[in-house]
């Protein structure tokens, strides 16, 4: 079975909708046919302040999100970055695998320390290395995320390719997998811009009550005119919220718009409130379960640490020879 990996970062509290749309509904259709590797990365988190009781009990909220959205032990190993150390070890041997110059094109760097008001560490000029070795430790095929992480994946690439032709080859060149309608969810009060966590605004958060859900759905900004069509050039906000709907109810967009013809843009925002409400009431439901019996969860993230380790050993090791290091016995 083609292995995938991809991970998420446990930032504030709740995932948003593009995190879903973009990334865990594919993260959930994949695990069937794949060997699926899902981490929360922890590690990355820390490349901007966190508070420490925060980030452990946001570590813990975003497992529970990706079991309630549909992730299942069983079938995929789900599992925390800093539990498996193989994470940082390649990471720093990526590191001297990259030019200084190709790190500083990474646009998600420049966009991130300029809206940074702390001092900029270190840490997140790197971030895209460290996720390069993320990826490459488990053989991936592929890696389902949301286009913002296609130039990160270039560089891994890159530096796969590197380092096979260095020392002979090592690892495989993994492919994104992004799906191509739902690719970007934009945020609801500016049509132009992706939905992000760091930038909060339109962002419709997955744990908050529904009901500011709807009513942020209901005050999205949309577009002069008054028809409801798919265009993106010239409607990108009715667009975007189309492309909400169709996604999470599965009815293809010109089915939609056949239906909204005649109606207006409230008619349009007031039912996609009440179909983001009723979606993601049970999921609520299963967080709160996931979360009142914190023994369990953990207990399945350590098997998922320790099915990971399995794998992110052996490639770290193999690198490790090929550097030439003298390995402990
Ligand atoms: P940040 O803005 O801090 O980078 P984020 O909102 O992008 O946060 P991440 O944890 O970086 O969240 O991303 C998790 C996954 O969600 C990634 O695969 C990313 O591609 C995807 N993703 C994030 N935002 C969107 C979006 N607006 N539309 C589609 N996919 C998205
Ligand atoms: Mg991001």
């Known amino acids: 079975r083609p292995r995938v990996l991809s991970g998420i970062q446990p930032t504030a509290g709740s995932f948003h909708l ?15 046919e794949h060997d699926a590797f899902y981490c929360v990365v922890d590690l990355h988190a820390i490349t901007v302040e966190q508070n420490p009781k925060e980030l452990r009990q946001n570590t813990r909220v975003s497992a529970a999100q990706l079991l ?17 150390p193989e994470h940082a070890q390649l990471g720093w041997v990526m590191q001297c695998m990259t030019g200084f110059g190709e790190a500083a094109r990474m646009t998600q760097f420049k966009d991130k320390s300029a809206r940074q008001e702390q001092s900029v560490g270190v840490g997140l000029f790197t971030y895209p290395i460290l996720q390069a070795a993320d990826i490459l430790l ?17 560089l891994t690439r890159d530096l796969a390719t590197r380092f096979n032709s260095r020392y002979g080859k090592t690892f495989r060149l993994p492919e994104a997998y992004i799906v191509k309608d739902t690719a970007k ?4 009060q500016d049509p132009t811009a992706k939905m992000s966590k760091s930038v909060p605004g339109g ?6 009550d529904p009901k500011r859900s709807a009513k942020k759905i209901r005050s999205a900004v949309t577009d002069t005119g008054r028809e409801i069509i798919f265009d993106v050039e010239n409607k990108p906000g009715v667009s975007n919220l189309l492309t909400i709907y169709s996604a999470l109810t599965g ?23 009440e179909v983001f409400t009723e979606w993601v009431t049970p999921v609520q439901e299963r967080v709160r379960m996931y979360l009142d019996d914190v ?25 490790y020879e090929k550097i030439g290091f003298v390995l402990p016995e």
């Open 185 to 188: 969810i934009f945020d609801l």
């Open 138 to 154: 488990y053989q991936a095929h592929y890696v389902p995320v949301g286009e913002d992480q296609r130039q990160h994946l270039e």
């Open 68 to 84: 309630a959205l549909g992730i299942d032990p069983d079938r995929a190993t789900l599992f925390v970055q800093s539990h498996v």
């Open 203 to 208: 962002v419709v958060e997955l744990l908050e």
């Open 18 to 32: 593009g995190n879903y749309l973009g990334a865990v509904r594919q993260w959930v259709a994949l695990q069937e």
């Open 295 to 319: 023994a369990s969860l953990d207990k399945i993230l350590a098997r998922g640490a320790e099915r990971a380790r399995e794998v992110a050993s052996v490639t770290l090791r193999r690198s």
């Open 251 to 273: 009815r293809s967009v010109e089915s939609l718009v056949l239906d909204y013809d005649g109606k207006g843009y409230g008619d349009l925002k007031k039912d996609l409130g």
